[in-house]
């Protein structure tokens, strides 16, 4: 796949069809931010322990960061979507007359995930957290960019003319 000055995201598996990495229960979304990008020993120090008590039909979990108290849960992915973990795509380095743009921008799929859990300091997790509403604007989304239908029109025109 050549990776010009367009962005490209490759989603099929690399390695020859090898599975990706499924990293299920562990891609978590803290209320922090962390300035460093590198490897490091995560589980050796933050460790989430179910609770056991549920609320609105989210089970909770417990954790320490940095001495601070985490409430989290661990939500699915939406039906129809998936998540992925992408980086950047090695491409072999080419002659400078080879180069018809500038720098690539090509992506590929390293892991992916079925599932994150998001965490809270100080609240316990709710439907009302922004990071769970966020999720509903995908079903929103769906409905606002369907295609209208014949039998659609027709519908809300009989639905207008009983207004009248």
């Not at 809300?156 to 009248?164: G, Y």
Request: proline residues 6%; negative net charge.
């Amino acid at each position: 796949m050549m990776c010009e000055e367009s962005t490209i995201i490759d989603l099929r598996q690399s390695d020859g069809g090898a599975d990706l990495v499924d990293l299920g229960g562990k891609v978590h979304q803290l209320p922090c931010a962390i300035k460093y990008d590198g490897p490091s020993s995560v589980s050796q120090y933050f460790k989430p322990k179910p609770t056991g008590i549920e609320v609105e039909g989210l089970e909770l979990q417990e954790a320490y960061f940095r001495g601070r108290k985490l409430q989290g849960t661990t939500i699915p992915i939406p039906q129809g979507y998936s998540g992925f973990v992408v980086g950047k795509k090695n491409i072999p380095k080419r002659k400078a007359s080879d180069m018809s743009g500038g720098n690539s921008n090509c992506w590929e799929v390293n892991a992916k995930f079925p599932n994150v859990t998001y965490w809270n300091h100080d609240i316990v997790p709710s439907d009302d957290d922004a990071f769970l509403r966020s999720f509903h604007w995908l079903s929103v989304a769906k409905v606002l960019h369907k295609p209208v239908t014949a039998e659609d029109l027709f519908s809300a025109s009989i639905a207008l003319q009983k207004m009248d």
